[in-house]
């Protein structure tokens, strides 16, 4: 039988996506239902002084209006951050309450204060356009970098530090900038991203009295974590009379990772009502209360000798929480970016501070990436300068100080297992004609265009994570991943995970591994996730982590299986297990030419005996059925890699950068499926050059939100892409039986830098800040020209 | 959004007769009914003209080409008469929106909203267009007023838009990212008589930009105009682009029409 694995085995999920027959949260209706709508605040700072629902509840079809005064009366718990960090003083983070209804005071436009529920959609909104709000409005804190300066917005949190952390040693760092020819240092921003997944967020919620159990259909990515987190902190309900349901899920790059507040609310109320309540969603709630990405502002330098080794780097953050921390609010800026801050490099100093601040905007969080693109960001911006300022090659300084041997102990926290990335870095150059550049440069000159030339190289820590090591960091809970695979007595294959699938494409991944695992044809094997009464514990997926953790779950799931299906054999067949062999969904006896097949097996195990012998086909002590469980805790991260190199030309006269040629050479490890990698990296490089080019969330001075819809919040489009020239190298990952490295978010580390530094190129090493908008692109065309101007 | 009686009117003295100081008339209603979804707008009456057979289609004259308020923007793109007469024109529309708008929307609702990033007004500005009403012909010179605001009264109804039919013309933006609406269009159109430099977007409402229609009437050609400066003093600034951005790219979009002309 031929191997599925490494495949282009079409989707299976492709026929009810195109043909319309997907389930998505707002496709499902409940008899009896009625409608949400939330009254959020319209200010970024205020006190709430006075809330009447007196003239909302006398409108036609209002059943219900609560506020954070019921809330607070039942006990039900806010949102959380879901990891603790300790700043270097030792003294732990500081985070306010986050309660999912306001009470007294507001910190972001469209925090909510209360939700109205109605018979109809209509008669809600109509109804919440009379609740009335009395606000006292406050000076709102908006600036990333002046955060600490500003009013004091959570009581009993100075400076609006939540923490001030460090990772690295200092005097290391200052021994080795004494030691440097020269010190490179660069002043970054890290754009603020809000995350635009194409379904927006939706739940319905639903009440059994007489079973007291709750029902929450919601579009997330890790349903087991959300019903963890709203029993053990939410006291919405114990966890066994909670079931979450997360059906088809359109589109997260992590922003459906948290519990919302709607999702808590809903909850609770349906609960108090007696009625199922269900809330959509509008696109520009979305933009205003869904977690939002990256906003960083980084001071970096690096030290390095005249011939281009690196000998220290430091890197000075200022990273924004938002109004509230919230699930990966803390870790992103912390463990998800310092460890990867040196990059591919060998540095023998290094150290990451980072200061997160609490700010009148909406709560930032893990969008795709999460941490590992502000670090690569970072520090390929730097080794792009430095390579200017020594006048050495781009690329032959990057290969300067790549690791040559492997595993790769890093100076601060991972040890990578495998990887290869000159190989990465040759093969990159030859697809995309590095040595050819100066000619298109040429041309691009005689059109009197601008042309410039960006390389990056990046590794990523994913395939989140070993339990014990992200515990012993803060982490709450541990970050393993758990499948079953189940048997039907005909032969047919269920396999139930953890992980979440809402694009990622794991019907068709996952199939394939267990079809090759088990021998059975992929078109007999179902795969089940997204609903807690289905199957294990989960812990979702996010992190680049569903393949690398819970694909091997699977793989474990199905070995246990295989085993037990050769004792199983070998008393069918009078031999021993250990004479059993498996292969291609047969068990052989050695030397022999006696088999069984998978399917007889399964058989055997659920209709353990014969008419008119009293035999069974199962060892003694054997349990029938054929199903087992398997949980994985991995050994370590992943650590996919890559070099990607891109061009682009501008037209001095208007600033537009038209991206000519973009290629991606990376290291996935094993690839299951090209094709749906080939979508994944595509996603990623989508997002990851909408960041460098096009998007920023912007709030204006009072915290108003100026880029709340896609009149002024620019997404990408097809059109602002030229054909992607993808490439792997293949280095085996050793910390999994697959040799799997995590894909999905490889796009969106590499690509920003990547693009920038080919911006930067063209503008004769003139710094701007993402995204390279048309304008000031044009300002600085307008420096080149003038007399004796230099690069800045 | 809001409920609202919705009217079908047979003809233009029907649809007169139904409007009243609550009311507005629906073509495509590519802005109208946004508006209303986000609670922008609400009227008490939606009156549909789209079904008024006369106020659709395209005629050509030896010197005009007049165009029906409720023919869509596809419609004109593809119209092969307007190809041959005034290609910029159909290229224009061509470049609205996206498919479903241009599929949907109508040359008279885009002309009677007036939005300041729109591309039609220009085209009207550039070739001396007159906006036929019910009631009677306005200039376009004297019809577009200010940032959403024209000369048309409470119930007046365009029925089409006569364009005259200049010797060479092209029309130029340069698109907001996000929207792609016009961060700035310029339509050249060069008359027998006159030249115009029509501009979108640069400022609160269209206009006849003097200086650079004067300086292409001396040499119509890109040279003419490559180092002006425009005053930037009234020109737009928002998160998009700054005024001094949007009097740089009046002049580069204008010398790209002058080319393409």
């Known amino acids: 039988m031929a191997s599925l694995v490494g495949s282009r085995v079409e989707r299976k999920e492709d026929k009810r996506f195109l043909t319309g027959k997907g389930r998505y949260t707002s496709d499902i209706n409940l008899a009896n239902q009625t409608y949400a709508i939330f009254v959020r605040s319209p200010h970024a700072r205020a006190q709430i002084k006075k809330l009447d629902i007196s003239k909302a509840q006398k409108s036609s079809g209002v059943v219900s209006i609560l506020t954070g005064s019921e809330i607070a009366e039942d006990k039900i718990g806010g949102l959380i951050a879901g990891w603790a960090i300790r700043s270097e003083d030792g003294t732990e983070m500081k985070c306010p309450a986050n309660p999912p209804l306001a009470k007294d005071i507001v910190n972001f436009v469209g925090d909510p204060v209360a939700v109205v529920i109605a018979e109809s959609l209509e008669e809600a909104k109509v109804a919440a356009e009379k609740v009335s709000v009395d606000y006292k409005v406050l000076k709102a804190v908006t600036s990333t970098a002046d955060a600490m300066n500003g009013d004091t917005i959570h009581e009993g949190i100075d400076k609006n530090l939540c923490f001030d952390w460090l990772l690295g040693d200092r005097q290391k760092v200052k021994e080795a900038f004494e030691k440097a020819d020269k010190v490179i240092s660069i002043d970054i921003i890290n754009n603020r991203l809000i995350p635009n997944a194409m379904e927006p967020r939706a739940c319905l919620a639903d009440y059994n009295s007489a079973s007291e159990e709750i029902t929450l259909y919601t579009t997330s990515q890790n349903p087991h974590l959300s019903r963890l987190i709203m029993s053990a902190f939410g006291n919405v309900s114990p966890e066994h009379k909670l079931r979450v349901v997360a059906p088809d899920v359109g589109g997260g790059f992590g922003s459906k990772i948290n519990v919302y507040n709607e999702d808590i609310v809903c909850s609770w109320a349906a609960k108090k009502i007696n009625r199922a309540i269900k809330w959509v969603a509008e696109r520009s709630e979305s933009f205003l209360t869904d977690i939002h990405g990256r906003d960083h502002v980084t001071h970096a330098e690096l030290a390095v000798t005249n011939d281009g080794k690196f000998l220290g780097f430091k890197n000075e953050t200022i990273a924004n929480l938002g109004a509230y921390a919230r699930v990966f609010g803390t870790v992103t800026p912390t463990y998800l970016f310092g460890p990867c801050a040196t990059g591919v490099y060998e540095i023998p100093a290094a150290y990451s501070n980072v200061k997160a601040v609490f700010t009148n905007t909406a709560p930032v969080d893990a969008y795709r990436g999460a941490g590992r693109p502000e670090a690569t960001y970072t520090i390929e911006r730097l080794v792009e300068k430095a390579s200017m300022e020594l006048g050495i090659d781009k690329t032959e300084l990057r290969m300067k100080n790549f690791p040559t041997a492997f595993p790769f102990k890093q100076t601060l926290v991972h040890t990578v297992d495998s990887g290869d990335y000159v190989a990465g870095m040759e093969k990159a150059k030859q697809m995309a004609d590095y040595n050819g550049y100066e000619a298109r440069r040429k041309e691009s000159e005689s059109k009197g265009k601008l042309r410039g030339i960006g390389v990056s190289s990046y590794f990523e820590a994913c395939g989140i994570a070993p339990s014990a090591a992200v515990m012993s960091l803060g982490c709450g809970v541990g970050l393993w991943e758990s499948a079953e695979v189940r048997f039907n007595p005909t032969g047919q294959v269920t396999v139930y995970t953890g992980s979440h699938s809402h694009g990622q494409s794991h019907q068709t991944t996952f199939a394939q591994i267990a079809a090759d695992e088990l021998g059975v044809p992929i078109e007999n094997i179902d795969i089940v996730h997204g609903d807690t009464d289905k199957g294990t514990f989960g812990m979702g997926t996010y992190g680049s982590r569903s393949l690398t953790v819970g694909g091997i779950a699977i793989v474990n799931a199905c070995k246990k299986i295989v085993e037990k299906g050769k004792r199983v054999t070998a008393k069918m067949l009078e031999s021993s297990p250990d004479d059993v062999e498996f292969k291609d969904g047969e068990f052989i006896v050695a030397k022999s030419n006696k088999k069984k097949t998978i399917g007889e097996i399964a058989f055997a195990c659920y209709l353990p005996g014969v008419r008119d012998e009293m035999k069974s086909p199962l060892p003694e002590g054997e349990e029938p059925g054929l199903k087992e469980t398997a949980f994985f805790d991995p050994s370590n991260f992943s650590f996919p890699a890559g070099t990607h190199i891109a061009e682009v030309e501008i037209d001095p006269e208007t600033g537009e950068v038209k991206l000519e040629k973009y290629t991606a050479c990376d290291d996935f490890g094993r690839i299951i499926n090209p094709m749906i990698v080939e979508g994944q990296v595509h996603g990623g490089l989508a997002q990851g050059i909408g960041q460098a080019l096009y998007e920023n969330a912007e709030y204006d001075e009072t915290g108003q939100l100026m880029t709340g819809s896609y009149m002024d919040y620019t997404m990408p489009r097809a059109d602002n892409f030229p054909e992607f020239n993808i490439g792997y190298t293949c280095t085996h990952a050793t910390t999994n039986p697959l040799g799997v490295k995590g894909c999905g978010e490889a796009g969106a580390i590499a690509a920003p830098p990547t693009v920038m530094n080919a911006v930067i190129d063209a503008l004769g090493g003139q710094e701007i800040t993402m995204p390279a908008t048309a304008e000031k692109v044009w300002k600085a065309c307008k420096n080149l020209k003038k007399p004796n101007s230099k690069a800045a | ?261």
């Open chain 2, 1 to 261: 959004m809001k409920n609202f009686n919705y009217h079908s009117a047979k003809d233009i003295k029907e649809a007169s007769k139904l409007s009243s100081s609550n009311s507005a008339f629906l073509a495509g209603g590519m802005t109208t009914i946004p508006s209303m979804k986000l609670g922008l707008a609400s009227y008490k009456d939606l009156i549909d003209i789209k079904n008024i057979k006369k106020l659709s289609g395209i005629k050509v004259s030896s010197k005009s080409v007049t165009i029906g308020a409720t023919t869509k923007h596809v419609e004109v793109a593809n119209s092969k008469e307007l190809k041959k007469t005034i290609p910029s024109l159909a290229s224009l529309a061509e470049g609205i929106g996206d498919p479903q708008v241009r599929n949907r929307g109508t040359i008279g609702g885009s002309i009677a909203n007036n939005d300041p990033s729109a591309d039609y007004p220009s085209a009207c500005i550039a070739l001396n267009a007159t906006i036929h009403t019910n009631d009677r012909k306005i200039e376009a010179s004297k019809f577009f007023k200010g940032m959403f605001e024209t000369a048309l009264k409470k119930g007046e109804l365009i029925e089409a838009i006569e364009f005259q039919i200049p010797e060479k013309s092209s029309y130029q933006k340069h698109p907001n990212p996000a929207s792609r609406y016009a961060i700035v269009g310029v339509y050249v159109a060069k008359h027998k008589k006159d030249i115009n430099v029509a501009v979108t977007g640069a400022k609160p409402c269209v206009y006849n930009d003097k200086d650079l229609s004067k300086a292409l009437s001396n040499n119509f050609s890109t040279s003419a105009i490559q180092n002006m400066e425009l005053d930037s003093s009234d020109m737009n600034s928002d998160i998009h682009a700054s005024a001094e951005y949007r009097a740089s790219l009046v002049v580069t979009q204008a010398k790209k029409a002058v080319d393409a002309c």
